[in-house]
C-alpha cells in the first residue's frame, strides 16, 4: 500500500519545528514566548497531529477525533500563550499529544464491532 508522502513531512516537520522551539524556551523559560515561539511550539504540536491523521486516513481511511480535537487544542491556546512563561507554553502542547496518546490507547483498547454479515 503507498500511503501519501506528506504525512510523513508533515510528522517531520512537526518534531523539528516543536523542538527549535522548545530549545529557544529553554534559554528563557520564563519569558512569554512571542508569537514566533508560540507558533513553533503549538504550531509543531499541530503540524505533527496533522500529519498523523494524514497518515490514518490513508492506512485505516478515517481520521481520528482525539487529533482533530488536538489541532483545535493547539489553535485555541495560541491567545492565551501570550500571557503564560515560555515553559508553561510547552508543557501545554506536550499535554495536548499526551492526552492524544491516551486518547487513542483508549480507542484501540474498545473492542471494535463485528463486520456486518452479508448473505
Known sequence: MQTNPYAHWLMIAGVVVTAAGVERVMEQPGEPPGATMTALILGGAGLFLCGRALLENEVYERVPLSHVIGVAVTIALAPLAAHLPGLAVNVAAGLV???????????????????????
Open 97 to 119: 499529544l499526551l492526552a492524544v496518546a491516551v486518547g487513542e490507547i483508549l480507542r484501540a483498547r474498545r473492542p471494535s464491532a463485528p463486520a456486518p454479515v452479508t448473505s
